[in-house]
């Protein structure tokens, strides 16, 4: 059996998130048992088996210079953890 193709997906928002998982349920259906998912998302990536790394809609989802500058220390660590993943996880295809 050969190993899963590895995947990551990043949205960052709502639009992002149901394309995203739209993409990904479309994959799985081509590919089934196929493929090995992570990334960035919302609960509709999730709802496809996502692994999501950064949440999202908890960790990322912010609008407004005022948002942005309160939250500049949880966009990085967001960041951070997506570079971690590409590094150690090597995905094929992101």
Known sequence: MKPPLKIVITAGEFSGDQRGAELVAALHKHYPGELAVQGMGGRMLKAQGV????DAEK?????G?????GSVYGLWRSFRKLK???STWQPDLL
């Open 59 to 63: 960790q990322a989802a912010v609008m």
């Open 51 to 54: 692994e999501l790394v950064v």
């Open 65 to 69: 210079i005022t948002e942005i500058l």
């Open 84 to 86: 971690k993943l590409l």
